[in-house]
């Protein structure tokens, strides 16, 4: 009797080796989905800065043509000079760029004009200048302030276009 609780006791466990050979495939696991992870997170990012411009492409559309000259919520309108500024448009990307996923922006003609903005993350405000002779549109960024930070630095970014928006019905501005 005294022999099977010896048995028993030996049998309990895992071993050292079974144990470093699981830790070892968590390891191997982890050193994979790690990078898989951050791709994905990054895609998401750029996802992001394209939706926020083309929701700021769409505000400033929508105030120009139906300016009153004043300020609403995040948009100004300068009816003088064409000008449709909005403001606290967020950019997320961090790594690569924008690229082809500008390419969602049919009203963007020049798909790097955003790519110097669109890697250093940050609140930007966009300046929409309008032109009714030949239907263009201008878009400058200027980053107002850092991303998960305090600081308000005022760069200027050369992410300006000359681009000709998608035909509107209802006649012109």
């Not at 996802?47 to 105030?63: C, D, F």
């Not at 003088?80 to 950019?91: H, P």
């Not at 930007?124 to 998960?148: C, I, R």
Request: aromatic share 6%; no cysteine; charged share 20%.
């Amino acid at each position: 009797m005294d022999m099977k609780t010896k048995d028993r006791k030996r049998k309990a466990g895992f071993t050292l080796a079974e144990l470093l050979i699981v830790v070892a495939i968590i390891a191997v696991l982890v050193a994979i989905a790690i990078p898989v992870f951050n791709n994905q997170l990054e895609k998401s990012r750029d996802a992001t800065t394209v939706a926020n411009i083309r929701t700021a492409y769409a505000e400033a559309s929508a105030a120009y043509m139906t300016d009153d000259g004043t300020t609403k919520g995040n948009v100004t309108v300068d009816s003088a000079n064409d000008k449709v500024t909005v403001a606290n448009v967020s950019f997320k990307s961090q790594k690569k760029g924008l690229g082809s996923d500008l390419d969602s922006l049919t009203w963007l003609g020049n798909k790097g004009a955003f790519d110097a903005a669109a890697t250093d993350p940050g609140v930007y405000q966009l300046v929409f200048t309008f032109s009714s002779t030949d239907n263009s549109v201008t878009v400058a960024a200027t980053k107002t302030g850092a991303a998960n930070s305090g600081s308000n630095t005022n760069n200027t970014n050369n992410g300006t276009d000359t681009t000709t928006p998608p035909a509107t019905s209802g006649g012109t501005n």
